[in-house]
């Protein structure tokens, strides 16, 4: 079975630690450090956001594929994986999150 293209992305990016900036964006944002990687996030994070707020179902599907594209090298660039997230959500599984808010509160 093909491998799923997320996670196909998330070893393209860990394969492009430490590669040439100048023939790699991803190796480019590595090189130039976490926090512009994570204002990179904050950026496409607003792009999406706002695509969403004007109805533009294409632009948001764009947008928020740049949004986890950045958010995967600043998850690998802090050494979190995607199984790292996958666990994360199973523990959440079943856990309403009205539930969840109100239990933080007690
Ligand atoms: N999924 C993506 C992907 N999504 C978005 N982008 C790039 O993200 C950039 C975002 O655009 P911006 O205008 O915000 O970036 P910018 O102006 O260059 O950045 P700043 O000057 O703002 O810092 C564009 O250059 C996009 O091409 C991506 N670049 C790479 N990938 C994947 O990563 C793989 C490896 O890419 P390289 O590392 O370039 O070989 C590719 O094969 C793709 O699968």
Request: hydrophobic letters at 45%.
């Amino acid at each position: 079975m093909a491998q799923d293209p997320i996670d196909q992305l998330e070893a393209t990016i860990h394969a492009r630690k430490g590669a040439d900036p100048a023939t790699s964006y991803t190796a480019k944002l590595f090189a130039r450090g976490r926090r512009k990687i994570a204002q990179k996030v904050g950026e496409e994070a607003v792009e999406t956001v706002i695509a969403a707020l004007v109805e533009d179902k294409a632009a948001l599907v764009g947008e928020a594929t740049d949004l986890v594209f950045h958010l995967l090298v600043l998850l690998a660039e802090c050494d979190v994986t995607l199984d790292d997230i996958r666990a994360e959500i199973a523990r959440r599984e079943g856990v309403s999150g009205i539930d969840e808010k109100a239990a933080r509160k007690a």
